[in-house]
């Protein structure tokens, strides 16, 4: 293997796979549109490409970009019934102009996370996560459930990016609480972009990152990660190309709302998964942070007023009935799901309008970034469900209650 040229390259960045990459296309050019028996030389290049991979395996592990060409020379290897037994060849290198390196030269495809893909890969699933309110959550695996977590806790922290969230009291003594700060760190990459820090707090939504800038920095791929402000004060969105993420966060009222769109391969990026710490948008709340809003909603129901299970809680706002609360939710959601239920319960217990509207910009970003449509809306769940099974629409909320009474009776 020709050593790069730029001997800073080599110790910043010890993982080789953009050298593997451009072997492999400059040893392939034109002929991706070939099948195996048309272009045997294809073949070849690819398991030279696998062993290259294999070389640098124990540097790059960890790597996005890495991972993405494992995967890709597996589907390569199917789709053109490639054996990976037999000749490699060697690659017939590009020319560099003097004084760049193989990695820069890469960099902007590699800092795209979608065209990162080889056009004969399939394309990266998409999966979403979501924070607002009091505070309701849903998980990148579409487990919809209300906590208390109060205090600062870990929304999302994989190997490119953490995100933490603070849920403070929405009133004195009470245990509604919503996001009062938000903090997202991206982790430096490659060629691509330094380590940037962003964070926002009630009445403080920036438009850019701690160090004032709106990129990634100095690096060659700094405009892969990007900063715009939709409304001032209001709604920013984050792109982060290079690992094809797409962050939105709001100010509602006083409070902060977040949603994510990620691929699952990021999502799944972590060292060790089995000894990571929590993580919400990937595990959810602990059980004993979780409130089983359907049945306070059905004490709402019948009587008049919102009350949370738990000793010493105190009496709700009266600003809203369960009728006007309902009514009110209705003007934006007209659709009974969790999002319209979420809203109900938040105004009962907070008798803040500002949290309806945080619900209708939760489905609404869910609407931009969730990658199947069919599931946009979800429904009843209660903790004794396991994640992705849902109640039948139209079940009466005394009805899982009453389940939920028998389950526990049952491990009694």
């Known amino acids: 293997m020709v050593p790069p040229h730029d001997h800073s390259s080599k110790v910043t960045s010890p993982c080789k796979i953009l050298k593997c990459n451009s072997e492999f296309w400059a040893a392939t050019s034109g002929s991706h549109h070939l099948g195996a028996e048309e272009a045997p030389e294809f073949c070849t290049a690819l398991r030279a490409y696998a062993h290259c991979t294999r070389r640098t395996a124990r540097t790059c592990r960890g790597d996005l970009a890495y991972h993405s060409a494992v995967h890709g020379i597996d589907d390569l290897m ?30 902007p495809e590699i800092c795209h996370y979608e065209k990162s893909f080889h056009k004969h890969s399939a394309a990266p699933n998409y999966t979403h996560c979501g924070l607002f309110g009091d505070p309701h959550l849903r998980t990148f695996t579409d487990t919809f459930q209300t906590c208390k977590v109060q205090g600062a806790w870990p929304l999302i922290d994989n190997n490119y990016l953490n995100v ?149 809680l105190p009496a709700p706002p009266e600003a809203f009935t369960y009728e006007t609360a309902t009514a009110k939710c209705r003007e934006k959601l007209p659709v009974e799901d969790l999002y319209f239920q979420s809203c109900v319960f938040d105004l009962l217990t907070t008798g803040d309008v500002n949290f309806m509207l945080a619900a209708y910009y939760a489905f609404e970003d869910v609407k931009m970034l969730h990658s199947n449509k069919d599931k946009l809306h979800l429904y009843e769940r209660t903790r004794v469900l396991s994640p992705g099974n849902t109640a039948p629409m139209g079940t009466h909320p005394a009805l899982w209650v009453a389940l939920l009474c028998l389950c526990w009776l049952c491990l009694l």
Do not use: W
Not at 82 to 103: A, I, V
Not at 236 to 264: C, N, S, W
């Open 78 to 107: 199917v789709q053109h019934n490639c054996s990976k037994d037999g000749p490699t060849s060697q690659p017939r290198l590009r020319t560099l102009p003097p004084g760049d390196s193989q990695e820069r030269s890469d960099s």
């Open 164 to 312: 933490q969230v603070t849920n403070t009291p929405v009133l004195p003594g009470s245990s509604a609480t919503a996001t009062s700060k938000l903090t997202i760190i991206f982790k430096s990459f490659q060629e691509c972009v330094e380590q940037k820090v962003y964070q926002a707090e009630m009445d403080e939504l920036p438009a850019a990152f701690v160090d004032g800038s709106k990129n990634g920095g100095d690096k060659h791929g700094a405009n892969s990660l990007k900063i715009t402000e939709k409304v001032s004060g209001q709604h920013i969105e984050i792109q982060a190309k290079y690992i094809g993420t797409t962050i939105v966060v709001r100010q509602v009222g006083r409070y902060l709302t977040f949603a994510v769109r990620m691929p699952e391969e990021v999502v799944n990026a972590v060292e060790d998964r089995d000894s990571q710490g929590l993580y919400l948008c990937l595990r959810g709340c602990p059980a004993n942070q979780q409130i089983d809003f359907q049945a306070v909603r059905s004490a709402q129901a019948t009587e008049g007023r919102a009350r949370r299970k738990g000793p010493s």
